[in-house]
């Protein structure tokens, strides 16, 4: 009953909104007018991180891959996110349409092409450059940082802070997850920089990837049209979808982002379809299956290997970096999976998180990295020069080789459209719920400061020049460490609730181990007992028999 009070009612905004803001705008106008010391001051926190906490991501992103899996095939798997009577309120196809365009479908659109073929120029330690060696070490490590284990990452806090929602009735908050560990202080402000730490990562995250997709757009627009891929033209379309996500968060979630969701599942279909299809298609399935095989056999030394001898920077450049931002946006993407997975068991739940998004992972990127790859090595080439000049012309880039390139570019561009939008309004509604005590439904008005921050956000960081999106991203990289080790605590949180609610619902089982015990215990006494008596009584007949004898004899 107090859930669905809080589902359908909307909260004044905390506290949590006001610093948070006002630290967001401090951090814009630090690189508006000095974008340069943003972007060292960034700079020499990043290579401080990754020399000194590398090993730290390597870890800490294995272990949730870890932790999950056996979280999923143990009993716990069984309790449901929600009252044990509730079901899914989104179909499977509705729900992993919103999974993928909630934000990261905008990774794979960026990259699906980008990295495998950067990661063929400059392959991992042990790879030489330009080889087949290493255009396959590139799709399987394209697959890798987008698979199993950034998902493994967002289902921790997704899970934590749906079961803390739907089924210990506590606010949609970061710091809802902590109460077993902090209690009431949670409500204080000890649980308020848990949720500003949150809701800064979130923020940073949110702006890059705004920015990533209206360079991704400026550089589809100019490749299909005479107009220049500038700055101003990327600000003008962050301008554009701002107004037109305003429409579709004010249907809010069940209408708004479920609809376009659906519709970006039919579009990135159709044009997944049509290049495995009218591409190379035998040597995109090789390439999966190759990719597959070399993923699951290489998935462990991969997770676990570092190069503390050896000098080169991919690792950090790669491998960590995507940990750290895929860290970074677990608040946002966590509290979003979190808001659509009710009524799921944690199984079902983590089943789909993982597998759903690993599968689409897999061939998204053996499909279009592959035909890149393909078009480079055995066709005409030139992707690998426009990829390392300009690497959000990279889809565009290898459509143009393919036919109909101005129909499928023109589609890719309404895909990359879309996921912007979805993103916008799946965020302002994340940030929205963190800084409204926690509300299902926040406010439209709430939403939409978020929405105008973040666009503003990333409008003057691509104005700044030097500091730019780069200082930003490198800004969410940092703001992982922290919450990595929130991420930690979190683990330990969900642990304490599962057994307390594992005991309080299955307490027949406790007393079912202990009476199998003492069943045991009994069982083991009575053996013990009966090979006594039979002992005792085998040396009473003996000395009866001696003594009787000794009497006999002596008669005689």
């Known amino acids: 009953m107090i859930n669905q009070q809080r589902e359908n009612s909307t909260e004044k905004p905390s506290n949590v909104l006001y610093i948070s803001a006002i630290l967001v705008a401090l951090f814009v106008l630090w690189g508006t007018f000095s974008p340069q010391s943003l972007s060292e001051a960034a700079g020499n926190a990043l290579g401080w991180m990754i020399t000194n906490f590398g090993w730290f991501y390597m870890l800490v992103a294995a272990f949730f891959v870890l932790f999950v899996i056996i979280l999923a095939i143990s009993p716990y798997g069984k309790i449901r996110l929600g009252k044990d009577d509730d079901r899914p309120e989104f179909?499977?196809?509705?729900?992993?349409?919103?999974?993928?365009?909630a934000g990261i479908g905008v990774g794979f659109v960026f990259w699906g092409v980008a990295e495998p073929v950067l990661n063929y120029l400059n392959p991992p330690v042990g790879y030489e450059p330009n080889t087949s060696e290493a255009a396959i070490a590139g799709l399987r490590y394209g697959v890798y940082h987008w698979a199993l284990h950034p998902w493994a990452i967002f289902?921790?806090?997704?899970?934590?802070?749906?079961?803390?929602?739907?089924?210990?009735?506590?606010?949609?908050?970061?710091?809802?997850?902590?109460?077993?560990?902090?209690?009431?202080?949670?409500?204080?402000?000890?649980?308020?920089?848990?949720?500003?730490?949150?809701?800064?990562?979130?923020?940073?995250g949110v702006a890059t990837t705004f920015g990533l997709s209206a360079m991704q757009m400026s550089g589809g627009i100019a490749h299909l049209t005479p107009i220049p891929n500038t700055i101003w033209t990327q600000i003008v379309i962050i301008g554009i979808v701002t107004v037109l996500f305003i429409f579709s968060a004010a249907r809010g979630v069940d209408r708004g982002i479920k609809i376009l969701s659906n519709i970006n599942i039919v579009v990135a279909g159709l044009l997944l379809v049509f290049v495995l299809t009218i591409g190379p298609t035998i040597f995109i399935f090789e390439s999966m299956v190759t990719t597959l095989g070399g993923y699951i056999s290489n998935i462990i030394p991969m997770s676990l290997t570092m190069t503390p001898f050896n000098e080169s920077e991919w690792l950090g450049n790669n491998t960590i970096f995507f940990w750290a931002w895929h860290i970074s946006w677990a608040p946002f993407m966590g509290l979003f999976i979190a808001r659509i997975s009710k009524g799921r068991t944690i199984r079902e739940f983590i089943a789909g998180i993982l597998l759903a998004p690993t599968v689409l992972a897999l061939i998204w990127f053996t499909t279009f990295g592959g035909t890149a790859l393909n078009l480079e090595i055995y066709g005409p080439g030139g992707i690998?020069?426009?990829?390392?000049?300009?690497?959000?012309?990279?889809?565009?880039?290898?459509?143009?080789?393919?036919?109909?390139?101005?129909?499928?570019?023109?589609?890719?561009?309404?895909?990359?459209?879309?996921?912007?939008?979805?993103?916008?309004?799946?965020?302002?509604?994340?940030?929205?719920?963190?800084?409204?005590?926690?509300?299902?439904?926040?406010?439209l008005s709430v939403k939409l400061i978020w929405g105008f921050l973040i666009a503003g956000t990333a409008s003057v960081l691509l104005l700044?020049?030097?500091?730019g999106l780069d200082a930003l991203q490198t800004a969410s990289i940092i703001a992982a460490l922290p919450f990595g080790i929130i991420m930690i605590l979190m683990v330990i949180s969900i642990l304490i609730m599962l057994k307390r609610d594992w005991a309080s619902t299955h307490p027949n089982t406790r007393f079912r181990r202990k009476g199998k015990k003492e069943r045991s215990v009994q069982a083991i006494t009575e053996q013990v007992k009966k090979e006594v008596r039979e002992e005792v009584k085998e040396e009473i007949y003996e000395e009866v028999k001696e003594k009787i004898y000794k009497d006999i004899k002596n008669d005689l």
């Open 384 to 443: 690998a020069d426009l990829v390392t000049d300009n690497v959000e012309i990279a889809l565009f880039a290898t459509l143009a080789e393919l036919p109909l390139s101005a129909i499928t570019s023109s589609i890719s561009m309404l895909l990359i459209f879309i996921f912007f939008i979805t993103s916008a309004d799946s965020a302002t509604y994340v940030l929205g719920a963190m800084t409204s005590r926690g509300s299902l439904n926040p406010s």
């Open 91 to 101: 179909s499977w196809i509705s729900w992993v349409g919103m999974l993928f365009a």
């Open 464 to 467: 700044s020049g030097g500091g």
């Open 155 to 204: 289902s921790v806090v997704g899970l934590t802070l749906a079961y803390v929602q739907f089924r210990m009735n506590r606010p949609a908050l970061i710091s809802s997850a902590f109460y077993p560990i902090l209690g009431k202080h949670t409500e204080g402000w000890l649980g308020q920089i848990i949720d500003i730490l949150a809701v800064l990562a979130t923020c940073t």
